[in-house]
Nanobody, 115 residues
Framework: QVQLVESGGGLVQTGGSLRLSCAAS????????MRWYRQAPGKQRELVAF???????DYADSVKGRFTISRENAKNTVYLQMNSLKPEDTAVYYC?????????WGQGTQVTVSS
């Protein structure tokens, strides 16, 4: 059974940092592209970053240069290091994996950036 469990969210001031984690189980983690999304109140869920099984990464323009996605295959975990946080980064952050055409999501972790 596929499980994704996010952690690491919280309340931080503008300019601060947080590191989110997503612990995965129930599938062969090391070969799968992992994605971080976020959803702010009243807005659509948007892709923040992804990392392939081979370690290639890409980011939304709004977070480039501030966020870093990484993975630790030995721990079946993907991370999102978030630096220079802004109030507009406030959202619930989710990780996602797609397996055989189906999307699996975690429960999300709240990030709130105060001004």
């Amino acid at each position: 059974q596929v499980q994704l469990v996010e952690s690491g969210g919280g309340l931080v001031q503008t300019g601060g940092s947080l590191r989110l984690s997503c612990a995965a189980s129930g599938f062969l983690f090391g070969i799968r592209t992992m994605r971080w999304y976020r959803q702010a109140p009243g807005k659509q869920r948007e892709l923040v970053a992804f990392i392939t099984g081979g370690g290639s990464t890409d980011y939304a323009d709004s977070v480039k240069g501030r966020f870093t996605i990484s993975r630790e295959n030995a721990k079946n975990t993907v991370y999102l290091q978030m630096n220079s946080l802004k109030p507009e980064d406030t959202a619930v952050y989710y990780c996602k994996v797609q397996l055989r055409g189906d999307d699996y999501w975690g429960q999300g972790t709240q990030v709130t950036v105060s001004s």
